[in-house]
């Protein structure tokens, strides 16, 4: 059964850290292309960053790019983000989900943040970020 549970959210300080974790059961991790997405209140879902399967492709949204990065320990079959720089606006429930079945024309850099191509979520875990 294919389970993905995140941890390691709660409140930071702007210009704080925090380093989620995505651990996942049931399918081996490097074998797929997982994301992580974000959803404030009110706001739609979003791509926060992305790995690919088999080659390790890593691609990240504008708003986090040079403060968040995306990684696996393939042993443990986990997922992290580690955030640095934190700011307010990165508030929100953090997600990570498996591509399982990719199409056959998925891009990597194109692609990676449509949500409805996803086949499995963790419930999320909370980011708060605030003095």
């Known amino acids: 059964q294919v389970q993905l549970v995140e941890s390691g959210g709660g409140l930071a300080q702007p210009g704080g850290s925090l380093r989620l974790s995505c651990q996942a059961s049931g399918f081996r991790l490097e074998e797929y292309d997982i994301g992580w997405f974000r959803q404030a209140p009110g706001m739609e879902r979003e791509g926060v960053s992305y790995?690919?399967?088999?080659?390790?492709?890593?691609n990240y949204a504008d708003s986090v790019r040079g403060r968040f990065t995306i990684s696996r320990d393939n042993a443990r079959n986990t997922l992290y983000l580690q955030m640095n720089n934190l700011e307010p606006d990165d508030t929100a429930v953090y997600y990570c989900?498996?591509?399982?079945?990719?199409?056959?024309?998925?891009?990597?850099?194109?692609?990676?943040?449509?949500?409805?191509?996803?086949?499995?979520w963790g419930r999320g875990t909370q980011v708060t970020v605030s003095s």
């Open positions: 790995i690919s399967g088999h080659y390790g492709i890593t």
């Open positions: 989900a498996a591509l399982i079945r990719r199409p056959p024309h998925f891009s990597d850099d194109a692609d990676w943040k449509s949500t409805w191509l996803y086949d499995y």
